[in-house]
């Protein structure tokens, strides 16, 4: 086998194993994908200063979030279905992230429960939540999330409504993946998938099974998601969520100072400047582009975590550069996920951590306490 040199190689791997239908949703965005291909590009675009002449011998890659140490600074993003690129793909990622050193969240919309991790595990973990509009659906996932020792919950504001992946749409994405005649012969080429898939401890939405026991299809899933999510969620509702949550409390999909500034109101202990992948609002701007602006305006009064576009260790550098304290992976330890269980996972973190340690000699860094904002400047020109 040749060597595994880049997160590409993994996402390479990912889309030779998964069924067409798998790997789409992973790899795509919504509608156009012009929010997903703005947050790789503008990433891209940024420019490191190289810093010689600096004595770079002892550098110190670790961190902690928000209080929980991180051998490097990023976590493992949440990430629903999960589950359906590897068999117990949750439990798997999760030990990944554990015998590595970073912290791992675990999406409401995993394959996986909240229980399997923690059992799987035996170490804490954050869980992201979605708010649902019958509260004691919210107050049973957030009483799961608080027995199973989870050190942070993480509250994702963008899914007023879901975002159009139209490729999902075309491929009859649905959970457990439905055998069309179409779906059942682009299975029967990934066999590989298809038969390590039998492994699997569970079929359908580990953390909802009761709620969502009659959804077959992506279009009921669909309704069942528009008829769950609730628009009128507002920061009343965030203050709500603080009220039943004891621990650290992450806010995940900023993109505006103001809500930054109203999530240190609400009681926040840190926020994640995110668009979500480019999975949400298509036409967003990339998140690395609004991060300076919402960093300068908070970073003194709560932690600012990043992600979106993150594919490189070089990214993670960038990201700290542009003010965030540390940053969360979604697609790329995925792929790595995808391509080879919790092997493929703990290599997308050793390639992240490899990356990072280079690429901190040649920007002259020791730490990354505080990356100086001259070490990344805007070149337009890729
Ligand atoms: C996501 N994301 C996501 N976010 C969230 O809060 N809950 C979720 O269940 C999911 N599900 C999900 C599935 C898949 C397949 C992807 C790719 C993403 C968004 C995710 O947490 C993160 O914000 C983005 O993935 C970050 O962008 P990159 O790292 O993928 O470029």
Redesign the pocket.
């Given at each position: 086998m040749k060597p595994i040199t880049s997160i590409f190689d993994l996402e390479a791997m990912a889309k030779d194993r998964l069924p067409a239908v798998i790997f789409d949703?992973?790899h795509g965005g919504s509608e156009q994908q012009i929010t997903l291909q703005r947050?790789v590009n503008d990433m891209r675009a940024l420019a490191l200063r190289q810093h010689d002449l600096r004595n770079v011998a002892d550098r110190k890659l670790a961190v902690t979030m928000v209080g929980d140490p991180a051998r490097i600074p990023l976590a493992i993003?949440?990430?629903?279905l999960a589950g359906l690129t590897w068999p117990n793909g949750e439990c798997e990622a999760a030990r990944a992230a554990a015998d590595f050193g970073v912290p791992y969240c675990l999406?409401?919309?995993s394959i996986n429960s909240i229980e399997d991790v923690a059992e799987a595990t035996g170490k804490p973990f954050w869980f992201?939540l979605y708010l649902m509009k019958e509260h004691n659906v919210n107050e049973n996932l957030i009483r799961r999330a608080h027995d199973a020792g989870c050190s942070a919950l993480v509250l994702?504001l963008d899914l007023h409504v879901q975002g159009k992946r139209w490729a999902d749409e075309k491929n009859g994405l649905s959970v457990p993946p439905k055998l069309t005649l179409h779906n059942a012969v682009d299975m029967a080429k990934h066999m590989g998938w298809m038969l390590s898939m039998v492994k699997s401890k569970r079929r359908t939405f580990g953390n909802l099974e009761h709620e969502v026991a009659q959804v077959k299809n992506l279009s009921a899933l669909t309704q069942w998601i528009e008829s769950q999510f609730d628009p009128s969620f507002d920061f009343d509702t965030v203050k709500w969520v603080r009220k039943q949550w004891d621990r650290k409390l992450i806010l995940?999909g900023i993109m505006l100072a103001d809500d930054a500034r109203l999530a240190i109101d609400a009681g926040a202990d840190a926020i994640i400047v995110?668009n979500?992948?480019g999975?949400q609002l298509d036409g967003a701007p990339s998140s690395i582009s609004v991060l300076p602006g919402i960093a300068d305006a908070v970073r003194d009064r709560i932690e600012v975590l990043f992600?979106?576009?993150?594919r490189t260790g070089a990214d993670i550098v960038k990201a700290l550069g542009r003010g965030a304290h540390a940053c969360?992976?979604?697609?790329?330890c995925?792929y790595g996920l995808a391509a080879n269980g919790r092997e493929g996972v703990d290599c997308a973190l050793k390639l992240f951590e490899d990356e990072l340690n280079d690429c901190m000699a040649l920007t002259g860094l020791k730490t990354l306490d505080h990356v100086p904002a001259e070490a990344v400047t805007a070149q337009p020109s890729l």
């Amino acid at each position: 086998m040749k060597p595994i040199t880049s997160i590409f190689d993994l996402e390479a791997m990912a889309k030779d194993r998964l069924p067409a239908v798998i790997f789409d949703y992973v790899h795509g965005g919504s509608e156009q994908q012009i929010t997903l291909q703005r947050n790789v590009n503008d990433m891209r675009a940024l420019a490191l200063r190289q810093h010689d002449l600096r004595n770079v011998a002892d550098r110190k890659l670790a961190v902690t979030m928000v209080g929980d140490p991180a051998r490097i600074p990023l976590a493992i993003g949440p990430t629903g279905l999960a589950g359906l690129t590897w068999p117990n793909g949750e439990c798997e990622a999760a030990r990944a992230a554990a015998d590595f050193g970073v912290p791992y969240c675990l999406s409401t919309m995993s394959i996986n429960s909240i229980e399997d991790v923690a059992e799987a595990t035996g170490k804490p973990f954050w869980f992201q939540l979605y708010l649902m509009k019958e509260h004691n659906v919210n107050e049973n996932l957030i009483r799961r999330a608080h027995d199973a020792g989870c050190s942070a919950l993480v509250l994702t504001l963008d899914l007023h409504v879901q975002g159009k992946r139209w490729a999902d749409e075309k491929n009859g994405l649905s959970v457990p993946p439905k055998l069309t005649l179409h779906n059942a012969v682009d299975m029967a080429k990934h066999m590989g998938w298809m038969l390590s898939m039998v492994k699997s401890k569970r079929r359908t939405f580990g953390n909802l099974e009761h709620e969502v026991a009659q959804v077959k299809n992506l279009s009921a899933l669909t309704q069942w998601i528009e008829s769950q999510f609730d628009p009128s969620f507002d920061f009343d509702t965030v203050k709500w969520v603080r009220k039943q949550w004891d621990r650290k409390l992450i806010l995940k999909g900023i993109m505006l100072a103001d809500d930054a500034r109203l999530a240190i109101d609400a009681g926040a202990d840190a926020i994640i400047v995110s668009n979500h992948g480019g999975r949400q609002l298509d036409g967003a701007p990339s998140s690395i582009s609004v991060l300076p602006g919402i960093a300068d305006a908070v970073r003194d009064r709560i932690e600012v975590l990043f992600d979106g576009g993150i594919r490189t260790g070089a990214d993670i550098v960038k990201a700290l550069g542009r003010g965030a304290h540390a940053c969360l992976s979604g697609r790329a330890c995925l792929y790595g996920l995808a391509a080879n269980g919790r092997e493929g996972v703990d290599c997308a973190l050793k390639l992240f951590e490899d990356e990072l340690n280079d690429c901190m000699a040649l920007t002259g860094l020791k730490t990354l306490d505080h990356v100086p904002a001259e070490a990344v400047t805007a070149q337009p020109s890729l």
